[in-house]
C-alpha cells in the first residue's frame, strides 16, 4: 500500500514538472517546483525526518523567486528568515539533544505561549504598517503570515509540539492570501499544508505521550 502511494505521488509529481514545462498549466515551473519541495518537506516534518531541513533549504530559493514576482515583499524576505532557522534547526534536531544527540518533542510552557502570541501581535502590527509605505500587495495578510511562520519555524527548531498550531492558522490564511494573488496551485499547497499538519499534530502528540508519560512542559523557550 505505501509503495503504491508513493508511486502514484511521484507520478503525479512528475506530471506536474512536464505540464509545467510544456505549459499545459497556467502555472509556472518555478512554483511548481516549490509545490513539490514543498510537500516532501512537510511529511517529512510529520515523520520526524532529518532530511526535511536541506530540501527546506531548497523550497526556500525557490520560494523567494515565486514571491518577488507576485510582490509579496514580506514573504520573500521570510524564506531569507526560513533559510537561517532552517540551518539552525538541522542542527539543533542532530545535536539539540540532552547528550547532544538527537532532539525529542517537548512541550511550550504557558508563559512561553503568551510571550511568542504577544509578540506575533506586535509584530503583525509593525510590519503591515511598514508593508503599506512600501505598496505590498496584501499588508496585513502579507504581515501575519509572515510573523506567525517565524514564530511556528522558530518553535519547530526546538521541536515544541505547539508548533503546530502556529503552522495551522499560518495556513489557513495563506490560502486566502494566494488565491488572491492568482498563485493557485501555492494555494492548494498550502491546503495540503494544512491537512498534514492537523496530522502532524495528531502524531506528534501521540510520539510525545508515549516518550513523556508525565507530560512535563519544557523550559521556556521564549526569553
Excluded at 132 to 140: L, N, S
Excluded at 146 to 159: C, D, E, F, N
Excluded at 167 to 178: E, F, K, N
Amino acid at each position: 500500500m505505501k509503495t503504491a502511494a508513493y508511486l502514484a505521488s511521484a507520478l503525479g509529481g512528475a506530471f506536474l514538472v512536464c505540464a509545467s514545462w510544456w505549459q499545459l498549466i497556467p502555472i509556472s515551473m518555478t512554483e511548481t517546483l516549490g509545490f513539490l519541495s514543498g510537500v516532501v518537506c512537510v511529511y517529512l516534518v510529520v515523520k520526524e525526518n532529518i532530511w526535511n531541513w536541506p530540501i527546506g533549504l531548497a523550497n526556500n530559493v525557490i520560494y523567494v523567486i515565486v514571491f518577488w514576482r507576485a510582490r509579496l515583499f514580506a514573504d520573500m524576505s521570510l524564506q531569507i528568515v526560513y533559510f537561517a532557522l532552517g540551518i539552525l534547526g538541522w542542527y539543533r534536531w542532530l545535536f539539540g539533544g540532552g547528550g547532544r544527540d538527537s532532539l525529542g518533542i517537548s512541550r511550550i510552557g504557558r508563559s512561553s505561549f503568551l510571550y511568542a502570541s504577544f509578540f506575533a501581535a506586535i509584530a503583525t502590527t509593525v510590519l503591515t504598517l511598514y508593508l503599506r509605505t512600501i505598496h505590498d500587495a496584501a499588508p496585513f495578510l502579507d504581515a501575519c503570515t509572515s510573523v506567525l511562520s517565524v514564530t511556528a519555524q522558530y518553535l519547530l527548531t526546538k521541536k515544541i509540539l505547539e508548533n503546530w498550531l502556529f503552522w495551522i492558522v499560518t495556513d489557513a490564511l495563506s490560502i486566502g492570501l494566494y488565491l488572491y494573488k492568482d498563485l493557485a496551485l501555492t494555494a492548494a499547497l498550502y491546503l495540503v499544508f494544512l491537512a498534514m499538519c492537523i496530522a502532524g499534530l495528531a502524531q506528534w502528540y501521540r510520539t510525545f505521550r508515549e516518550k513523556s508519560p508525565n507530560h512535563a512542559l519544557a523550559e521556556p523557550v521564549v526569553r
